[in-house]
């Protein structure tokens, strides 16, 4: 499964692709704003710099929610640089969107997927990627794993080749049952990658192992 980071915070990429575990990252309009980054030509910059830090795929979003707009915008973050991903909300111009970007072989990611019949939709127009948002799901009360469980099914059903992308990942246990489920990509805090290094049994023997050196070395 890759992981990608869900964040526009350009310190927390870093530190990600430092561990060397980083396959790629999402971004969107709240993230960008939350980083304080505006005005339509410093997140164009902000994309690249991204770009510079990781290797893998960098998901840009549009703004617009008309086909038009849609298509103006995507292909300008397409052409930023080679490893932007075209990120479109699934509305019918999004899917509409989708179906002409996936012709023109401009990658994309179709987000805001809150149900099997949307992550259909999203295949049938050719995405790379499907976002189902797994934690705004539990949120409700709603199974979001067993969303994850469903696309797989049917996305394996007919040999779809658009990727699971999990988001809205909030810890740990979404990302190891993530895994368990068969979705090809997780994207969450760089909390929710750095929390799978933690376990009481690691911290307590290496101590230990540390304690037993000191004694017979010191």
Known sequence: MKFFIDTANLNEIAEAQALGVLDGVTTNPSLMAKEGITGADNILKHYVAICDIVDGDVSAEVIATDYEGMVREGEILAALHPQIVVKLPMIAAGVKACKYFSDKGIRTNVTLVFSVGQALLAAKAGATYVSPFL????????DGMGLIADIRQIYDNYDFQTQILSASVRNTMHVINCAKLG???????LSSITG?????????????FLADYQKGNS
Not at 183 to 189: E, I, L, Q, Y
Not at 196 to 208: F, I, V, Y
């Open 135 to 142: 934690g705004r799901l539990d949120d409700i009360c709603t």
């Open 183 to 189: 979705s090809d990509v997780m994207t969450g805090p």
């Open 196 to 208: 799978l290094l933690k376990h009481p049994l690691t911290d307590s023997g290496l101590a230990q």
